[in-house]
């Protein structure tokens, strides 16, 4: 209103609470239109010029100057203006503008903004009840209705009763402000408070907020058909398995079982069904196990961090209150058994249970959608398990032993001739795909019992695996086999040839994914449970516990320790003669106390570690001239096992228990200098154990603040990232980026192959001798091509990339690549964008929040951790700047005045002077040669500043590094890709410099494809186009920018974003997923996109006689069949039918297809 009548808010307040009169026309006085008055002056005027002028006050007088407002003539005169000036004033005239334009092109009028009547909303929506007591409680908009109507009836009757100016007007200020209570309480003044001076809840509050309509009620809604319970492990289900307790099971098919009783003749109507199965009749279970035979649920555990924490399974009845769950699965829910609870939902129609069986099944769900590796790989105990079972021991029970075969093996162990551990050679069937074997003269190979066993439970075309150190492709070496004219007991006596390493829980991962990878997602179900069946038993077997005397403290731990003290007496000697100053003795104590830390670690990890036991062994049999003593089970230390087998714990815990602790950091960050020398065995002294408090404490206080701040950082990336949808197959850009390997130094941090693995190539691939075409542009690189682009000798390689993708709304499926869930190319309707909000923000908690002190300069901290990966985002100003060149040249570094000052000569004689701020270190040496956007001193950059000076393709490669060397430094394997989404979402808007003759206005953010719309449509008209600079935004802004105003309420300045709306006039094209949830429509991805939900399904007669009469034996036939019912998507992942899902899927599918096309409402090519 201000910016339309080109006054200050200040100024409105006044005339509309009453407190000054403006002039609406002037006449023939010397008094200006909309000069304010105060009573005294208007009262002076009048009995001056008497009714030669109108002025007035209150929401009238607004209201008469609106509608004097000639939008047309007003917009011209703003463009003059806008050519004319410059500064404040032109910037000033570019907002009214925009406003003049959204009441034009709206067709909405100024005047309008004043309210001639209250709407009032339905009573259903501001309930009243009766209480206990009989007393009622009522909402408050009740109570702000009841303000309104009782002021207003007072107004009426003043008016009447032609009352004193001064009170009518009183009351008017009332009624204005009971107005300003029921739209927005509190907006302006105090707010109008209930009982308890509790502020009561307005139109807007009702909207606003986490317990607003949007959030509470429209987003997220409550839903029958679930229940929850706690949650215990099931050691005993297959991976699409969970157990249902019976009671619950029973609750929630409770339809179903009735219609079922009825439908069998057990119960005359639904009535007496119900009763039985109230009354829990025998008769009811049996019902029961045939309902959820082939009836899928959702299990859901909170908070549902990314996709994996809804999946899934077949239930199983089980007795007790308790849902079991599959252990595998609890990497992906982040589940553990000290009494977490969870939920189930049950999907009721036909196309619920197929998606949730195709797409969401446990077994379907096999890779992380983050990283692409497998997430449900075994841990803890089943790794234990296997490195026990893979492990080899010298001197073992039966070593030596040769055998015609495994079973004869695996009969001599039963027989108790042979022990797990022992070496023998044993000959392996033709079938067995054991690489290298065709060098050796026999297939005989020396292993184990354990590793025979181990090798049963996979695939037969499967290499034989005898060591953790192989690659799966990787042949045996000569150190599996014996050597031609070499008796095996010789071959032992020299040392067994190689090392051979047991199963770690690393190696145990790295084998899922390449079975997932050659096999399929049934296959690794299998092998998953069987390594699962594996685990739990060789664990059992191994009867690993856990006493006092397994942490043992190494001998040399004293004397290390004195060495280190000496060393430090030394330093503070030299200190204490000014030899050194503070902080050089600081770094000197501190590296002194960190080559103890490490000494110690070895020692104690030399004592433990079998491998040196064992070479100890074998030394001295060599030395005697006998075998070799035995290595015991016992002497196979159980927590060292735990440690180096991935199973639990890690060599650093392992440290603190029987190494020392070393240093500790206090709350700032920083080290402190006196070291933890005793462990958690021997106990620490008080001082230690102070110490050690201190930066504890800070880190329990961290993890609070970190889950809210991780929490409401996915909150934003799935705010600006929730429409981002594969929405063609092909954009048919040729632009890409070029992918190279990352380096830190010289060291590789991240491999070219790596980098474009399940990337779309831009450029073709060409054997160089043959000529043959290896790879076409447009097809995607898999793990082998990506291989041999590397070592084909390429430093880089050209691949598209969203970041250049031309789809208008969302991206297309070739710049995107592989959907890492699946590990094909990604299909259309795929919600990407949420995918990678939830890549992003899954890890968020387990980033740090610190500030790390650089010492010397305060307050010139670097910014880490998840703080860090926000900043970037967020598109701000980092803290910690660095000073940046803006032009390409050659450094002369110089002293003026006592500040230094970097100067950069560019070739055509010009010099460009950078100050240095006190105290920061330069990056640039004397005679460097720097190129435009490069750091002259340390710090972090600007993004605006790379966007300025190197354009948008750097700015977007520099955000994508530096919140993948946040999530590295953390451990965090995130791929590159859901970086870009969001960065593309950034940057899809542009500043409009100059509009030539187009309708859009100077200085107008816009979408970009909108801006060459514009441009193109100008040109055509042979009109001159507009001029335009990319802009980055930060998520916040960019998602309060959206085209969907409902999606923008929803999160963040609801009433402003709804305001805004309105007087744009504008329109919600429902693009996004929130806007189409908060209308309740099926989202725009997944099936519910068009071209899955317009599907006709033709059967030619001749086929359909044969589907009558085809014996239903296989499903897989039936299943790969299912997309064209609109399943799933193209080519949905067709599971085993023998493996998994039982005969029945038959009539499930042709009760999925009847309700396919019941949708089908309009044929579509697709």
């Avoid at 069937?429 to 005989?444: F, I, Q």
């Amino acid at each position: 209103m201000g910016l339309l009548l080109d006054m200050s808010p200040r100024a409105l307040e006044k005339i509309i609470y009453f407190a000054s009169y403006i002039v609406t026309d002037p006449g023939d006085t010397p008094l200006a239109r909309k000069q304010l008055l105060t009573e005294t002056e208007y009262r002076d005027y009048r009995d001056k010029y008497g009714q030669l002028f109108r002025a007035s006050m209150g929401a009238e007088a607004v209201q008469e100057l609106l509608r004097q407002i000639d939008l047309d003539e007003l917009a011209t005169e703003l463009r003059e203006e806008i050519e004319s000036t410059s500064g404040q004033r032109r910037i000033r005239a570019i907002r009214r503008l925009e406003v003049v334009e959204a009441f034009r092109k709206s067709g909405n009028r100024p005047e309008w903004m004043i309210l001639e009547v209250v709407p009032v909303i339905p009573p259903d929506l501001r309930p009243m009840v009766q209480l206990d007591g009989g007393r009622f409680a009522t909402s408050d908009l009740n109570d702000l209705y009841r303000r309104v109507i009782n002021r207003n009836n007072r107004l009426k009757k003043l008016l009447e009763l032609e009352a004193p100016d001064i009170i009518v007007r009183n009351e008017k200020r009332m009624l204005q402000e009971a107005v300003d209570a029921l739209i927005d309480n509190g907006r302006r003044g105090r707010p109008v408070t209930g009982p308890g001076n509790r502020p009561l809840k307005s139109i807007s509050d009702l909207l606003k907020g986490k317990q607003g309509r949007f959030r509470q009620n429209l987003l997220g809604k409550r839903v029958d058909y679930s229940g929850r319970s706690v949650i215990v492990v099931g050691p005993t289900l297959k991976m699409h398995q969970c157990g249902l307790p019976k009671e619950m099971a029973l609750e929630l098919f409770k339809p179903f079982v009735m219609k079922r009783l009825v439908d069998r003749g057990l119960a005359h109507n639904i009535k007496s069904a119900k009763r039985m199965v109230e009354r829990v009749r025998p008769e009811v279970w049996d019902v029961l196990e045939e309902i959820i035979a082939e009836h899928p649920v959702l299990l859901n555990r909170a908070p549902t961090l990314h996709r994996l924490g809804i999946q899934a399974f077949e239930p199983v009845l089980v007795e007790g209150r308790a849902i079991q769950i599959h252990p595998l699965v609890c990497t992906a829910y982040n589940a553990d058994f000290d009494g977490d609870q969870m939920a189930v939902h049950v999907p009721l129609s036909a196309e619920a249970q197929s998606e949730a069986r195709l797409l969401m099944l446990a077994v379907n769900n096999i890779l992380s959608p983050a990283h692409g590796g497998p997430v449900a790989t075994p841990t803890q105990d089943m790794v234990l398990g296997c490195y026990y079972l893979t492990f080899e021991r010298i001197g073992a029970r039966g070593e030596g032993k040769i055998f015609e075969n495994a079973e004869a093996a695996k009969a001599a162990y039963d027989a108790g001739a042979v022990a797990l551990h022992a070496r023998i050679l044993v000959r392996m069937p033709d079938s067995k795909n054991v690489l290298g074997a065709e060098e050796a003269e026999t297939r005989r190979i020396v292993t184990t019992v354990g590793k025979l066993v181990f090798n049963e439970i996979f695939p037969d075309d499967f290499p034989y695996i005898n060591s953790a150190e192989a690659s799966f492709d990787e042949r045996l070496t000569a150190g599996d086999f014996v050597p031609k004219g070499m008796s095996f007991d010789e071959f032992l006596a020299a040392g067994g040839g190689r090392s051979r390493k047991p199963a770690s829980k690393s190696f145990l991962s790295k084998l899922v994914g390449r079975i997932r990878r050659k096999s399929g997602n049934a296959m690794t179900a299998d092998v998953l449970d069987a390594l699962k069946r594996l685990g739990f038993h060789y664990a059992t077997v191994s009867g690993t516990t856990v006493g006092i005397g397994d942490i043992a403290i190494p001998e040399e731990k004293a004397e290390i320790i004195r060495e280190a003290e000496a060393k430090v007496e030394q330093i503070e000697g030299q200190y204490r003669r000014g030899l050194l100053l503070e902080d050089e003795k600081y770094s000197l104590v501190i590296d002194v106390w960190t080559e103890a830390r490490e000494k110690v670690q070895k020692a104690m990890m030399r004592h433990l570690n079998p491998e040196e036991i064992m070479k100890e062994k074998v030394e001295a049999a060599r030395e005697s001239g006998g075998k070799p003593e035995e290595f015991t089970v016992d002497q196979l230390n159980p927590v060292y096992m735990m440690a180096t087998s991935g199973a639990r714990g890690n060599v650093q815990q392992l440290n603190q228990l029987a190494g020392m602790r070393g240093l500790v950091a206090d709350p700032s960050g920083r080290t402190i200098d006196v070291p933890i020398k005793a462990n958690f065995r021997e106990g620490l002294t008080v001082l230690e154990y102070f110490i050690s408090t201190h930066g504890t404490r800070k880190g329990l206080a961290d993890t609070a603040l970190r889950t809210a701040d991780s929490g409401y950082l996915t909150r934003r990336l799935v705010d600006v990232a929730q429409d981002v949808i594969v929405r063609e197959d092909d954009c048919g850009t040729d632009e890409g980026i070029e992918a190279t390997a990352l380096m830190e130094g010289d060291t590789v941090i991240e491999a070219l192959a790596e980098r474009i693995t399940g990337r779309v190539s831009l450029q073709e691939l060409i054997h160089q001798e043959t000529g043959e075409v290896l790879l076409e542009a447009g097809e995607m690189i898999d793990e082998d091509m990506a291989q041999r682009i590397e070592e084909a000798g390429h430093k880089s390689w050209p691949i598209r990339s969203v970041l250049k993708c031309r789809t208008r709304y969302g991206v297309c499926a070739k710049c995107y690549g592989r959907n890492l869930a699946t590990g094909n190319l990604v299909e259309v309707g795929e919600a990407v964008g949420t995918i990678a909000a939830q890549s992003i923000g899954e890890p968020g908690t387990q980033l740090t929040m610190r500030t790390f002190h650089t010492g010397g300069v305060a307050g010139d901290d670097i910014t880490r951790g998840l703080p860090r990966v926000e900043e970037l985002f967020e598109a701000r100003k980092p803290k910690g700047l660095a000073t940046v060149t803006e032009h390409d040249g050659v450094v002369r570094i110089a002293e003026v005045k006592g500040a230094r000052k970097v100067i950069v000569a560019t070739d055509s004689d010009n010099e460009h002077e950078y100050s240095v701020p006190f105290g920061a270190r330069l990056e640039v040496r004397d005679g460097d040669i720097v190129v435009a956007g490069d750091k002259l001193t340390e710090g972090s950059l600007n993004p605006h500043d790379i966007l300025r000076i190197r354009g948008p393709v750097d700015v977007q490669q520099y955000i994508v590094r530096e919140v993948q060397d946040v999530y590295r430094s953390q451990g965090v394997e995130i791929n590159d890709k859901h970086i870009e989404v969001v960065v593309r979402q950034m940057m899809r808007k542009v500043k409009v410099e100059d509009p030539g003759e187009t309708s859009m206005l100077p200085g107008e953010t816009i979408d970009v494809f909108r801006f060459e719309e514009a441009n193109e449509e100008a040109e055509a008209a042979g009109l001159s186009p507009a001029t335009s600079k990319p802009i980055l935004l930060g998520i916040t802004k960019a998602s309060l920018q959206t085209d969907s105003f409902l999606s923008a309420a929803s999160f963040q300045e609801t009433t402003r974003v709804l305001t805004d709306a309105s007087i744009k006039g504008r329109t919600d094209p429902l693009i996004g997923l929130k806007e189409n949830v908060i209308i309740g429509k099926l989202i725009p991805a997944g099936t519910g996109m068009s071209r899955y939900r317009n599907i006709r399904i033709k059967v030619a007669p001749e086929a359909d006689a044969e589907l009558m009469t085809a014996p239903v034996t296989d499903d897989r036939a039936r299943l790969e069949a299912a997309p064209a019912a609109g399943i799933g998507g193209a080519g949905a992942p067709a599971p085993s039918a023998d493996r998994h899902f039982g005969a029945p899927m038959a009539e499930h599918l042709d009760r999925v297809a009847a309700s396919a096309l019941g949708h089908a409402n309009a044929a579509t090519d697709s």
